[in-house]
């Protein structure tokens, strides 16, 4: 007996969990309990089928974090920063958010004006210029405790390279505070770039006290539950400790993305597909991330709830459409959806609750794609006849009738979740023809053949726990930790060895206290006088040069083999893998029930198609398009030209044969 | 050409697609540049034109940039491009805005045919002439401004024409960075190219341009629309350039706003002559200026496209400041006087819109250069108030909206320190919605190197709205001394120059 690892994942809606005992996926689903997020935690183990003395292993990924930014409810946090720079937070990067809205203003920075305190000192490219003005710390003490301020976050000008003053700082606040939380920049994110390293470091102390109090508050009621303690997903799609989760939260904020795309991985290597798109797709928004190799890629540039995080998370990009994005006929005549959502409440106009605009779910249920009369989540059902007419007032204005509206609204959100889909493949060098579709969420894999076609993709996955994907993800995560250290030279000029040294130095300290950690180095580089830099694999420093060049072209389109390379950070990625156990499909149920039948519309046509549950299917299972399959929950629109079969993980493999 | 009308779902389809293309461009190009005005400042611009040279779609980065763009798409096409070629152009009597702005035109070409242009734009941070920067506070002609290019294959036939790019690297300053910017604007042009090609590919050339066409005469339909909802009339404002770099006397500007039913018409009549100075505006950069008037009165989700302007017409005397003829020198014209003439169109027509205050209308060009290096940077300051709100402190308004260079990546690369980086608190007017704060930036020069600063609104305010106050005015500095609003001098090293911003004007009476 193996024993069980769990994966719990806190959403908007539903706290989901995925048990993995002995291959064989168990699974729950409660509503969250936003008000503190770990009531929903424990409901949902409680009612599990598992016994607390067989989990070896707890992973947890939530959205105490990002709501705290999201709704700006985090700490009251102060800025100590080098004296006359005191508004870089604010100033940001001085542009404005929007052209031509004249009134239109950046979201408030996370510290307000007059918790921003300063100190005389000065550190320069070469080191220091001003020393670090004593007395001056003792009074931002002083100006602090009167403040009474929960967490504090020091940002030195160049700390990046020179941390003497922002320690000394940090040093004397903690001696001062101890009850106070303080984060540096130097080592939060120890990079050039002041706006950015101060933006992520103010975050990072901003949720610190908030996320703290969480996960202490929930590692007593797991305790106390007889569970191992639970580690913490983070938006790099690893999990960590989880005091070093409370010691660095900004690098836990896309937590519950980072497990969608890690299980969409574990999902898509299983039935052998190691490179794949990740389709996500809900009711007010749809996620999508390219995953290489069997990897899940990080990007350093995300930007939170107006918030830059430099940390390296999960590259997720999010469109705020789903299928209760509104679809309306504007004054110049064309069909638009969104960027309006009808939400839950009252949510699209079939689920008869004073929705009156068509969203794109109406159209899909006058489609026959979703089944008129069938029960969402035991409250809502959808009824057709609310949609139908929906769908004639918008289409009216614009001479077309509801079926041609609902085709409309349908082919109009999916250029959209084309438009997304290119962003994170053509836009990051990758031809999506290259890649398999794996689609989840509710609505995911609804529109799943149709993006495929549009993009050239020849396969689709449609996971059989799509509805629970981000909680299996966290089932079978890896433990990981992300370092980086500045290191500027000329790469030409760069001793392999001392390269190496620095390496070893980042790999010891980071290994501490790890079994059997695995490392991977990587660094920085561009092309000399360049200010953007691409990040490569640098396990052969003979090789980075190489690397670089084909990166950016990739990338960019061209390389300069004649230009000199600079190298400006190093990166290390540690590892500890855990074991995936395999997952298992079982034959179909005995007695197979034929499909039902129900009209669908195909780009027009209206023909009768098999409807399948997938509860009925197993291993080997097949399905022929035009076809709708229906998931637990959520529905597969198995298109013309299309077909496939359950493979033996319980994936449905969709290939198209033109 | 007969074309069957789009159904209002392909429509919707192929304007995401093609404002996708033009972004993705853009994206290319400021991913792949080398210059810090570039890529850290996103100073550039990118736009599909079909092949009639009417603008399809845009990434929006720079306003300034993009209205400008007909022309040089105009001046490409009477030179009969081939396929394959790609146009370089800054000549500002032919298609250009000032000389910085290189703009590279390439036809896109789909089975033999010419089917639209890709045009990027980049604002390069030295083309030679007079000073380091090429944004000379004193120039008196176009050739002291740097190196004029009218439109000049850099790529024949898909065969780069490596002696017309010797002969512009030969006149720049530091080459092997204009070298590495040129690499990136032809790449973006080019990645706009292929993912036309694959558009039309899916979804057929004609479509496609049929929904070319179709999303110029939606936006067309969509600004009529908006244009009528307006209150007829003719609205007047008179405002003023702060001295020309030459002389450092007000410059006078005068405007007429005439709606009538869905057209809109601004005259120039009574502005100023054309200047020695350099605040003089080619005709593009005041249709440039006229264009942001009129696109911030539209509602947002309005494209901007050759439809949108298609209403608009401008009555700008030839020979005057803003309608300059050869070889009248413009640098400041298209970063200075473009901000003066949006804000006096505003201005007019708030006698008969609900508009907010008026924002810092500058952009406080500040240059410095040595011998193998040039700094540039814009600054930002007030927005101003509006019923809506408080003015956004710190932040570019109008007609440019580049990024800061970090102070860290500055040091590291140039041999000046940053001394001062904050707000100017309470620079922002007074009223029930205070106007945004202007920003204080403080440099030391740590070589030899020679400044050139253009600004504007050190004399006259930004003005409230509603009864809302005046923002307070801004201010340039060496170390005590203050100096005038345009102003080029030697430094020495050790002197510090500290450019204080305007703060945007406030909206209300201030209560109590």
């Known amino acids: 007996m193996a024993g069980a690892r769990l994966g719990v994942d806190v959403g908007g809606t539903f706290t989901d969990l995925v048990a993995l005992v002995d291959g064989e996926l168990v699974t729950g689903k409660v509503p969250s309990t936003p008000e503190d997020q770990s009531r929903g935690v424990m409901a949902v183990v409680q009612r599990a089928d598992v016994a607390a003395a067989d989990v070896v292993a707890f992973a947890h990924g939530m959205t ?102 922002e320690q000394a700082v940090g040093a004397a606040l903690r001696d001062a505070l101890p009850d106070v939380h303080v984060s540096l920049s130097s080592d939060v994110l120890p990079e050039f770039r002041e706006y950015e390293r101060f933006s992520t470091t103010t975050a990072n102390a901003y949720l610190a006290p908030r996320l703290g109090a969480y996960l202490r508050s929930l590692a007593e009621q797991v305790q106390r539950a007889s569970m191992p303690a639970p580690m913490v997903m983070q938006s790099s799609g690893g999990v960590v400790d989880m005091s070093v989760a409370a010691q660095l939260p900004a690098a836990c904020v896309l937590s519950g993305p980072a497990g969608g795309v890690i299980g969409a991985a574990f999902a898509a290597a299983a039935s052998g597909y190691e490179d794949v798109l990740s389709f996500d797709m809900g009711g007010t928004s749809t996620d999508v991330a390219p995953i290489r190799g069997g990897d899940a890629q990080t990007t350093t540039e995300s930007v939170v709830a107006g918030v830059p995080l430099k940390l390296p998370m999960v590259d997720v990009h999010t469109v705020s459409a789903g299928g209760g994005s509104i679809a309306w006929a504007d004054p110049g005549g064309a069909l638009r959806v969104g960027p309006r959502s009808a939400g839950a409440d009252p949510g699209p106009a079939a689920y008869d609750r004073g929705g009156e605009e068509p969203t794109v779910t109406d159209a899909n249920l006058h489609l026959g794609y979703l089944e008129d009369g069938a029960q969402l989540g035991g409250e809502v059902r959808l009824r057709a006849d609310r949609a139908t007419p929906a769908l004639e007032r918008v289409g009216a204005s614009l001479h077309l009738d509801a079926s041609e509206t609902a085709l409309g609204i349908v082919a109009v959100a999916d250029a959209e979740m084309v438009r997304a889909l290119r962003v994170i493949s053509v836009e990051r060098g990758l031809d999506p023809r290259d890649f398999a579709l794996v689609a989840f969420g509710g609505a995911g894999a609804m529109h799943a053949c149709a993006l495929a076609e549009e993009l050239g993709i020849a396969t689709v996955l449609v996971p059989k726990a799509g509805g629970v994907l981000s909680a299996l993800g966290l089932a079978i995560s890896d433990l990981r930790r992300d370092a980086v250290a500045p290191y500027r030279a000329e790469l030409a000029g760069v001793d392999a060895d001392k390269l190496g040294e620095a390496f070893a130095e980042l790999e010891e300290r980071a290994g501490e206290g790890l079994e059997r950690p695995d490392f991977q180095r990587r660094a920085d580089l561009r092309y000399r006088r360049q200010s953007f830099e691409l990040i490569v694999d640098a396990d052969d420093v003979d090789a980075l040069g190489e690397r670089f060049h084909a990166a950016h072209e990739r990338r ?98 969709l290939g198209s044969n033109p | 050409m007969s074309q069957e009308r789009l159904d209002p779902v392909t429509l919707s389809v192929l304007a995401s697609a093609l404002v996708g293309i033009a972004e993705e461009a853009g994206a290319v190009l400021i991913r792949g540049a080398y210059s810090s005005n570039i890529k850290e400042r996103r100073d550039c611009s990118a736009a599909l034109f079909d092949a009639g040279g009417r603008m399809v779609s845009q990434a929006e980065h720079i306003p300034v940039h993009l209205g400008a763009m007909p022309e040089a798409v105009a001046a490409v096409i009477a030179r009969d491009p081939e396929p394959g070629d790609v146009f370089a152009l800054n000549d500002p009597y032919t298609g250009g805005t000032h000389l910085p702005d290189l703009t590279l035109v390439a036809p896109m070409v789909y089975e033999d045919e010419v089917v639209g242009y890709a045009v990027t734009r980049a604002h390069h941070s030295d083309v030679g002439g007079m000073r380091p920067g090429s944004m000379p506070a004193d120039s008196r002609e176009i050739y002291q401004e740097g190196l004029v290019i009218p439109p000049t294959r850099l790529v024949r036939g898909g065969e780069p024409a490596h002696e017309a790019i010797e002969l512009i690297l030969a006149n720049v300053r530091t080459p092997e960075v204009r070298r590495g910017d040129l690499r990136a604007q032809l790449a973006a042009n080019r990645r706009a190219e292929e993912r036309l090609t694959e558009l039309m590919e899916r979804r057929g050339a004609d479509t496609v341009q049929t929904a070319m066409a179709e999303v110029i005469d939606y936006a067309e339909r969509r600004t009529r629309e908006a244009l009528r909802e307006m209150p007829d009339g003719t609205y007047e404002a008179g405002s003023e350039m702060e001295g020309d770099g030459v002389r450092d006397e007000d410059v006078p500007l005068c405007v007429k706003v005439t709606i009538a039913d869905d057209e809109l018409e601004v005259d120039f009549a009574g502005t100023s002559d054309q200047v020695p100075g350099n605040v003089n505006c080619p005709l593009s950069v005041t249709r440039s200026a006229c264009y942001f008037a009129l696109r911030v009165l539209l509602p947002a989700d309005v494209p901007a496209n050759a439809g949108t302007y298609a209403p608009l017409r401008i009555a700008a005397p030839e020979g005057s400041l803003v309608n300059a003829r050869r070889p009248a020198a413009v ?34 060009n500040l240059v410095i250069g040595g011998a193998d290096w040039t700094y540039y940077e814009t600054i930002g300051g007030g927005q101003g108030a509006s019923a809506a709100g408080p003015g956004a402190s710190g932040v570019h308004v109008g007609m440019s909206n580049t990024l800061n260079t970090p102070i860290e990546a500055l040091e590291l690369e140039y041999p000046l320190r940053v001394e001062r980086y904050e707000l100017a608190y309470g620079s922002g007017g007074a009223g029930e919605h205070r106007g945004g704060d202007g920003i204080e930036r403080a440099v030391r020069v740590l070589e030899p190197a020679y400044l050139s600063l253009l600004s504007d609104r050190r004399r006259h305010a930004p003005q409230g709205a509603r009864g809302g106050g005046a923002g307070r005015t801004g201010r340039n500095a060496l170390g005590e001394d203050e100096l005038a609003p345009k102003v080029g001098r030697e430094l020495t090293p050790g002197e510090l120059v500290t450019v204080r911003t305007p703060g945007g004007g406030g909206y209300g009476p201030p209560c109590c």
Request: with cysteine.
């Open chain 2, 331 to 364: 640098v400041a014209g298209n970063v200075e006087t473009s901000q003066r003439i949006a804000d006096t169109v505003l201005l007019a027509l708030a006698e008969a819109l609900e508009l907010p205050a008026q924002g810092q209308g500058t952009m406080n």
């Open chain 1, 556 to 653: 960019y389109g061209f390389r300069v083999d004649e230009e000199a390379i600079e190298l400006v950070n190093l990166r290390l990625v540690t590892t500890v893998e855990v074991e995936k156990p395999p997952l298992r499909e079982a034959a179909p149920a005995g007695g197979a029930r034929a499909p039902s039948r129900r009209r669908a519309n195909f780009d027009g046509a209206w023909t009768e198609v098999d409807v399948h549950a997938r509860a009925a299917m197993g291993v080997g299972s097949q399905v022929r398009g035009p076809a709708i399959v229906e998931l637990s929950q959520a529905t597969c629109v198995v298109r013309p030209g299309w077909e496939g079969a359950v493979d033996e993980v319980g994936t449905l493999v």
């Open chain 1, 64 to 165: 105490v974090a990002t709501n705290a930014l999201l709704e700006r409810r985090g700490a009251r946090t102060a800025l100590v920063t080098t004296e006359g720079f005191r508004d870089v937070l604010e100033i940001a990067r001085q542009n404005r958010p929007s052209l031509y809205d004249l009134t239109a203003d950046r979201p408030p920075a996370l510290i307000p004006r007059e918790l921003r305190f300063c100190v005389r000192e000065r550190m320069g490219p070469e080191g220091e210029l001003e020393a670090l003005e004593e007395g001056g710390v003792e009074e931002v003490v002083t100006a602090l405790r009167a403040a009474e301020v929960e967490a504090v976050a020091v940002c030195l000008l160049f700390a990046f390279a020179h941390p003497e003053h």
